[in-house]
């Protein structure tokens, strides 16, 4: 979502779009991910997965917050 000066709340992409490039998002995270740790053991990789998603979750929000536009995040 993004804010105009007055404060209003508008969607700038469908909901389908959106889907298809945060679907694109987390796809190359994940192959990007996959290929970085492809020679860690297991026990290593899962809390390095755990913390890279909080970390590229955070850092998206944190790039478009530079350009006004305000991702809901919801979690359990």
């Known amino acids: 979502m993004k804010s105009d000066a007055a404060?209003?709340?508008y969607e700038i992409l469908s909901t389908p779009v959106g889907m298809?490039?945060?679907?694109?998002?987390?796809l190359i995270v994940g192959v990007a991910f996959a290929w970085l740790t492809r020679r860690l053991r297991l026990y290593y990789t899962f809390p390095l997965a755990v913390t890279?998603?909080?970390?590229?979750l955070m850092a998206a929000v944190l790039f478009l917050?530079?350009?006004?536009?305000?991702?809901p995040v919801d979690g359990p």
């Open 52 to 56: 890279t998603i909080f970390v590229v």
């Open 7 to 9: 404060g209003q709340s």
């Open 65 to 71: 917050g530079l350009f006004g536009i305000r991702i």
């Open 20 to 26: 298809i490039l945060g679907f694109l998002f987390w």
